[in-house]
């Protein structure tokens, strides 16, 4: 069973129907002992980074979680999902993130370019990640493909080792993250059509 995290937050049925396409049983749920039998973990996210913690630790999923990424559960972060895995963000300073991948939540500059980033834009695959992408969530995605943002801040992380893929808006950026079992995407997959899909397929069958 591959659990989707509910915390009040984010595209939970969006995400749900899309992972159903790959025939895996997927469900919603904010149960500590559903997320501590899972298999595997989606954590979708829209919102505020500060109330996000804030209302996991209100259901007692903020430390679950922390266990179940220790364990080796292949994790799979979506947007605020993604940035709640670092240790801090500007959004709200002095709450700690998950702190899974060390590093900073910034915000976009808003007189380069518009904020929030929201649209379309490409996906590019960091060097040696590229050559080796049939091992990822981005198997058979072709360097450069394009997904769909709607984000005001964007991740930092301080290991470039951990930076699976880039995208640039004013300011190059992490749009995908891994670190061992755990991997994240900035760009909502749910929102990105056949090669979205594809990436919900590739986590929930070759991670």
């Known amino acids: 069973m591959i659990a989707i995290i509910d915390y009040g937050m984010g595209n939970l049925h969006s995400v749900e129907k899309a992972g159903a396409l790959s025939k895996q049983r997927l469900e919603i749920t904010d149960s500590r002992d559903v997320i501590g039998k899972a298999e595997k973990i989606i954590f979708p996210g829209v919102g505020h980074f500060g109330k996000a913690v804030k209302e996991l630790k209100k259901r007692k999923l903020f430390d679950i979680l922390k266990e179940k990424i220790k364990e080796g559960v292949p994790f799979l972060g979506i947007c605020l999902g993604m940035q709640l895995l670092l240790e801090e963000s500007e ?117």
């Open 91 to 207: 959004e709200a300073r002095g709450i700690e993130g998950l702190a899974v991948i060390a590093g900073k939540v910034k915000r976009f500059d808003d007189t380069v370019f518009p904020v929030p980033h929201m649209g379309w834009n490409s996906v590019a695959l960091r060097g040696a990640r590229n050559k080796t992408q049939n091992k990822t969530i981005f198997a058979k995605i072709k360097n450069e493909t394009f997904f769909y943002f709607a984000h005001s801040y964007y991740c930092q992380p301080q290991d470039a080792a951990t930076v699976l893929a880039v995208t640039d808006y004013g300011v190059p950026f992490a749009s995908a993250l891994h670190k061992g079992n755990v991997w994240a995407v900035q760009f909502h997959p749910e929102k990105s059509q056949e090669f979205g899909l594809k990436v919900f397929h590739n986590f929930l069958t070759l991670c």
